[in-house]
Protein backbone atom coordinates (compact mmCIF):
# COMPACT_ATOMS: atom_id res chain seq x y z
CA UNK A 1 0.00 0.00 0.00
CA UNK A 2 0.92 3.50 -0.32
CA UNK A 3 3.20 5.35 2.28
CA UNK A 4 3.36 8.76 3.05
CA UNK A 5 4.82 10.68 -0.42
CA UNK A 6 6.66 14.02 0.30
CA UNK A 7 7.09 16.68 -2.76
CA UNK A 8 9.59 17.54 -3.80
CA UNK A 9 12.20 15.61 -2.59
CA UNK A 10 15.03 18.23 -2.70
CA UNK A 11 14.80 22.15 -3.20
CA UNK A 12 17.06 25.08 -3.24
CA UNK A 13 15.86 28.54 -2.81
CA UNK A 14 17.61 31.74 -2.74
CA UNK A 15 17.49 33.99 0.88
CA UNK A 16 14.50 35.61 0.17
CA UNK A 17 12.29 33.24 -1.89
CA UNK A 18 8.63 31.73 -0.66
CA UNK A 19 8.57 27.83 -1.10
CA UNK A 20 5.75 24.99 -0.60
CA UNK A 21 6.33 21.89 0.59
CA UNK A 22 3.68 19.00 -0.41
CA UNK A 23 2.35 15.99 1.75
CA UNK A 24 0.48 13.23 0.80
CA UNK A 25 -0.65 10.97 3.84
CA UNK A 26 -1.88 7.51 3.96
CA UNK A 27 -5.34 7.27 2.76
CA UNK A 28 -7.57 7.82 5.22
CA UNK A 29 -5.49 9.12 7.98
CA UNK A 30 -6.91 11.91 9.95
CA UNK A 31 -4.03 13.14 11.51
CA UNK A 32 -1.15 14.56 9.93
CA UNK A 33 1.80 16.37 11.72
CA UNK A 34 4.67 18.53 10.32
CA UNK A 35 8.30 18.02 11.88
CA UNK A 36 11.52 20.00 10.96
CA UNK A 37 14.45 18.06 11.17
CA UNK A 38 18.02 20.03 11.33
CA UNK A 39 21.17 18.85 11.01
CA UNK A 40 22.64 15.82 13.41
CA UNK A 41 19.07 16.27 15.47
CA UNK A 42 15.83 14.62 15.96
CA UNK A 43 12.81 15.59 14.23
CA UNK A 44 10.99 18.29 15.79
CA UNK A 45 7.58 19.25 16.12
CA UNK A 46 6.27 22.01 13.98
CA UNK A 47 2.00 21.85 13.36
CA UNK A 48 -1.12 19.43 14.07
CA UNK A 49 -3.87 18.57 11.69
CA UNK A 50 -6.98 16.53 12.43
CA UNK A 51 -8.89 16.23 9.34
CA UNK A 52 -8.56 19.91 7.79
CA UNK A 53 -8.55 21.67 11.01
CA UNK A 54 -5.27 22.69 12.23
CA UNK A 55 -4.93 22.16 16.05
CA UNK A 56 -1.52 23.25 16.81
CA UNK A 57 0.88 25.17 15.20
CA UNK A 58 2.77 25.93 18.31
CA UNK A 59 5.68 24.58 16.94
CA UNK A 60 6.16 26.64 13.56
CA UNK A 61 9.65 29.25 14.59
CA UNK A 62 8.04 32.59 12.80
CA UNK A 63 5.05 34.12 11.10
CA UNK A 64 6.91 33.33 8.02
CA UNK A 65 5.67 29.41 8.54
CA UNK A 66 2.04 28.55 7.21
CA UNK A 67 0.37 24.68 6.65
CA UNK A 68 -3.12 24.05 5.32
CA UNK A 69 -4.70 21.42 4.91
CA UNK A 70 -7.85 22.78 3.09
CA UNK A 71 -9.70 19.47 2.40
CA UNK A 72 -8.22 17.06 5.06
CA UNK A 73 -5.88 15.38 3.22
CA UNK A 74 -2.67 16.81 0.89
CA UNK A 75 -1.33 19.44 3.14
CA UNK A 76 1.26 21.70 2.04
CA UNK A 77 4.09 23.66 4.25
CA UNK A 78 4.76 27.28 2.82
CA UNK A 79 7.59 29.13 4.03
CA UNK A 80 7.85 32.54 3.29
CA UNK A 81 11.18 34.94 2.61
CA UNK A 82 13.12 32.09 3.30
CA UNK A 83 16.35 32.69 5.35
CA UNK A 84 19.44 30.40 5.89
CA UNK A 85 18.30 28.91 9.13
CA UNK A 86 15.19 27.21 7.30
CA UNK A 87 17.49 24.77 6.33
CA UNK A 88 16.59 21.08 7.02
CA UNK A 89 14.93 18.69 6.06
CA UNK A 90 11.01 19.26 6.78
CA UNK A 91 8.72 15.34 7.24
CA UNK A 92 5.54 14.90 7.15
CA UNK A 93 3.75 12.25 9.64
CA UNK A 94 0.22 10.31 9.15
CA UNK A 95 -1.27 8.17 11.46
CA UNK A 96 -5.00 7.31 12.23
CA UNK A 97 -5.95 8.92 15.48
CA UNK A 98 -8.29 11.49 16.43
CA UNK A 99 -6.58 13.56 18.95
CA UNK A 100 -7.71 12.43 22.72
CA UNK A 101 -7.85 8.83 21.71
CA UNK A 102 -5.33 6.57 23.22
CA UNK A 103 -2.23 7.04 21.36
CA UNK A 104 -1.48 3.18 19.94
CA UNK A 105 -0.86 3.83 16.67
CA UNK A 106 2.03 5.13 15.37
CA UNK A 107 3.12 8.20 13.12
CA UNK A 108 3.89 7.29 9.78
CA UNK A 109 6.64 9.35 8.17
CA UNK A 110 7.18 10.60 4.87
CA UNK A 111 11.36 10.54 3.11
CA UNK A 112 11.01 14.43 3.87
CA UNK A 113 12.39 17.56 1.63
CA UNK A 114 15.26 18.32 2.46
CA UNK A 115 15.36 22.21 1.72
CA UNK A 116 18.45 24.25 1.33
CA UNK A 117 18.66 27.87 1.49
CA UNK A 118 21.57 29.84 -0.07
CA UNK B 1 15.69 21.90 27.39
CA UNK B 2 16.12 17.82 26.31
CA UNK B 3 13.03 16.30 27.39
CA UNK B 4 14.61 12.72 25.59
CA UNK B 5 18.46 12.05 25.94
CA UNK B 6 20.07 9.62 23.76
CA UNK B 7 23.62 10.17 24.85
CA UNK B 8 25.76 7.82 22.43
CA UNK B 9 25.71 9.16 19.26
CA UNK B 10 27.11 6.13 17.54
CA UNK B 11 27.68 2.54 18.01
CA UNK B 12 29.92 0.29 16.37
CA UNK B 13 29.06 -3.46 17.11
CA UNK B 14 30.20 -6.53 15.16
CA UNK B 15 27.39 -8.61 13.12
CA UNK B 16 26.11 -11.66 15.48
CA UNK B 17 26.26 -9.79 18.31
CA UNK B 18 23.55 -7.69 20.47
CA UNK B 19 23.50 -4.11 19.97
CA UNK B 20 22.16 -1.81 22.89
CA UNK B 21 20.83 1.67 22.39
CA UNK B 22 19.98 3.66 25.12
CA UNK B 23 17.64 6.45 25.61
CA UNK B 24 16.75 8.72 28.47
CA UNK B 25 13.70 10.90 29.11
CA UNK B 26 12.95 13.50 31.71
CA UNK B 27 9.73 14.26 31.61
CA UNK B 28 7.41 11.74 33.81
CA UNK B 29 4.15 12.89 31.95
CA UNK B 30 5.38 10.54 29.05
CA UNK B 31 3.56 7.04 29.03
CA UNK B 32 4.44 5.80 25.11
CA UNK B 33 7.64 5.60 24.12
CA UNK B 34 8.92 4.55 20.48
CA UNK B 35 11.91 3.67 18.77
CA UNK B 36 12.25 4.37 14.52
CA UNK B 37 14.71 3.79 12.35
CA UNK B 38 16.13 5.88 9.78
CA UNK B 39 18.13 5.29 6.26
CA UNK B 40 20.07 8.04 4.58
CA UNK B 41 17.71 9.74 2.65
CA UNK B 42 14.49 8.37 4.17
CA UNK B 43 12.15 9.61 6.56
CA UNK B 44 12.16 7.64 10.12
CA UNK B 45 10.16 4.23 10.28
CA UNK B 46 8.54 2.69 12.82
CA UNK B 47 10.27 -0.17 14.81
CA UNK B 48 8.80 -0.78 17.84
CA UNK B 49 7.12 0.83 20.74
CA UNK B 50 6.26 0.66 24.79
CA UNK B 51 3.22 1.14 26.92
CA UNK B 52 4.39 2.50 30.50
CA UNK B 53 2.46 -0.14 31.89
CA UNK B 54 5.09 -2.36 30.79
CA UNK B 55 8.69 -3.20 30.99
CA UNK B 56 9.52 -5.00 27.86
CA UNK B 57 8.21 -5.36 24.56
CA UNK B 58 9.46 -8.00 22.03
CA UNK B 59 9.10 -7.84 18.53
CA UNK B 60 11.50 -10.70 16.48
CA UNK B 61 15.26 -10.07 17.02
CA UNK B 62 14.05 -6.16 18.75
CA UNK B 63 13.25 -6.08 22.29
CA UNK B 64 12.34 -2.58 24.37
CA UNK B 65 13.16 -2.36 27.89
CA UNK B 66 11.33 0.17 29.70
CA UNK B 67 12.35 1.38 33.31
CA UNK B 68 10.52 3.85 34.48
CA UNK B 69 11.87 4.25 37.92
CA UNK B 70 15.21 5.42 36.17
CA UNK B 71 13.22 7.57 32.96
CA UNK B 72 15.66 5.15 30.80
CA UNK B 73 14.71 3.02 28.25
CA UNK B 74 17.01 0.70 26.05
CA UNK B 75 16.86 -1.37 22.97
CA UNK B 76 17.91 -4.65 21.84
CA UNK B 77 19.07 -6.20 18.79
CA UNK B 78 19.56 -9.52 18.82
CA UNK B 79 21.93 -10.79 16.44
CA UNK B 80 22.71 -7.53 14.64
CA UNK B 81 22.88 -7.71 11.39
CA UNK B 82 24.58 -5.10 8.54
CA UNK B 83 21.30 -4.35 7.46
CA UNK B 84 20.42 -2.15 10.77
CA UNK B 85 22.78 0.12 10.04
CA UNK B 86 21.00 3.11 10.40
CA UNK B 87 20.49 6.39 12.98
CA UNK B 88 18.07 5.16 16.11
CA UNK B 89 15.83 7.54 16.89
CA UNK B 90 13.86 7.15 20.48
CA UNK B 91 10.61 8.85 21.09
CA UNK B 92 8.04 9.87 23.50
CA UNK B 93 5.09 11.06 24.26
CA UNK B 94 1.90 11.62 26.70
CA UNK B 95 -0.98 9.35 25.41
CA UNK B 96 -3.30 12.35 26.29
CA UNK B 97 -1.72 14.47 23.33
CA UNK B 98 0.00 13.83 20.01
CA UNK B 99 3.48 15.26 20.33
CA UNK B 100 6.44 12.74 19.94
CA UNK B 101 9.79 14.23 21.45
CA UNK B 102 12.72 13.15 19.44
CA UNK B 103 16.06 12.40 21.03
CA UNK B 104 19.08 13.33 18.65
CA UNK B 105 19.86 9.79 17.13
CA UNK B 106 22.30 6.95 17.64
CA UNK B 107 24.26 6.10 14.24
CA UNK B 108 24.70 2.23 14.84
CA UNK B 109 27.04 0.88 12.50
CA UNK B 110 27.02 -3.17 12.21
CA UNK B 111 30.57 -4.53 11.38
CA UNK B 112 30.47 -7.77 8.95
Known amino acids: GAGVSQSPRYKVAKRGQDVALRCDPISGHVSLFWYQQALGQGPEFLTY????????KSGLPSDRFFAERPEGSVSTLKIQRTQQEDSAVYLCASSSNFMGERITDTQYFGPGTRLTVL | DQQVKQNSPSLSVQEGRISILNCDYT??????FLWYKKYPAEGPTFLIS?????DKNEDGRFTVFLNKSAKHLSLHIVPSQPGDSAVYFC???????????FGTGTRLKVLA
Open chain 1, 49 to 56: FQNEAQLD
Open chain 2, 91 to 101: AAVNSGTYKYI
Open chain 2, 27 to 32: NSMFDY
Open chain 2, 50 to 54: ISSIK
